[in-house]
């Protein structure tokens, strides 16, 4: 919040909307924002399943990893490294850019760069569907890290609620 977005008028502290412009007291404004979450000043729905109200510099400031893991919904992700060419870490979390930007504290440089996402209803499900994928494209591997290019890799991303398994899960095997 920028210090000029507040005056002092006739006794009372306004806030100036930054969309509109409008004036609005300052009351108001704090009451409507108690019951809002942002997570590195990025406004997060009431409708996301992992809202708590309050300001968080990242999601596991409001929530811890057991908590986080047992939420299903989330993304799907790729992330980049150009210490690292050629290679790229696939992995799941509630919020893909959040993730990626709880790399940057391993990283000197704050270089990882979210290549791609996807929405997914199921995460860890998803997140398996695309290690076997990677498995199948890519030359080599070292755990959740792929050597595979950046375009083949983000196609697998974009495209992984339409690409066909390689793999059954465990899940979808049946004993006869």
């Given amino acids: ?3 000029d977005s507040f005056v002092y008028e006739d006794g009372q502290w306004y806030y100036i909307g930054a969309s509109d412009g409008a004036k609005r007291k300052f009351e108001s404004y704090r009451k409507k924002n108690t019951s809002r979450m ?3 000043g990025k406004y997060i729905p009431k409708t996301h399943p992992m809202h708590k109200a309050g300001h968080y510099k990242t999601f596991e400031d409001a929530w811890n990893h057991t908590q986080l893991n047992k939420q299903t919904k989330g993304h799907v992700y790729a992330v980049v490294n150009p210490a690292w060419p050629g290679w ?3 992995g799941k979390a509630v ?3 959040d993730r990626t930007n ?3 504290t391993g990283s000197p440089l704050r270089d990882y ?3 791609a ?3 997914s209803e199921d995460k860890g499900e998803d997140e398996k ?3 076997r994928l990677f498995d199948k494209e890519a030359s080599e591997r070292k755990g959740e890290w792929f050597k595979l290019s950046n375009e083949k890799a983000y196609t697998i991303i974009q495209d992984l609620a339409d690409l066909q398994d390689p793999l059954p899960s465990p899940r979808q095997l049946r004993i006869v």
């Fill in 113 to 115: 760069e979210l290549l």
């Fill in 117 to 119: 996402y996807s929405e």
């Fill in 1 to 3: 919040m920028k210090p």
């Fill in 129 to 131: 569907k695309a290690h």
């Fill in 102 to 104: 709880s790399y940057q």
């Fill in 95 to 97: 919020d893909a850019q």
């Fill in 38 to 40: 942002f997570v590195g």
């Fill in 88 to 90: 790229v870490k696939v």
